[in-house]
């Protein structure tokens, strides 16, 4: 979890000025097998790369941070950003086999989440 707050642009509802949301993301991993451990992924590596990017996002104003200082920081553009710079590092994270992200959903509010799928 990461509070930050966001304004969407080119929105003229409730949500238009800047506020903000303790977001979620839950970020699914895929792969054909599991090493000799028994482990499809080590979280250990997984988890400090989730916090690493989310770090950049923690208590920052989305609008001002790269790539939302050009993209709307919409719940599902910060699902492909988190999406597409885990499909960046997490296959490198298991050499024995191929593992990808499969996806991201991240949540503004307990009751509200966007899905974001690498392409396939």
Known sequence: ?????HALRNYYGKTEPIHGHNWR?????TGPQVDSMGMLIDFVPLQKEIARLTG???HRFLNEVEPFDRTNPSAENVARYLCEELGKSVPGMQPEFA???DRVEVWETDNCSAVYYLPK
Not at 1 to 5: I, T
Not at 25 to 29: C, D, F, N, R, V
């Open 1 to 5: 979890m990461f509070p930050a707050a």
């Open 25 to 29: 993301a839950k970020i699914t991993i």
């Open 99 to 101: 593992v990808t992200v």
């Open 56 to 58: 950049r996002l923690d």
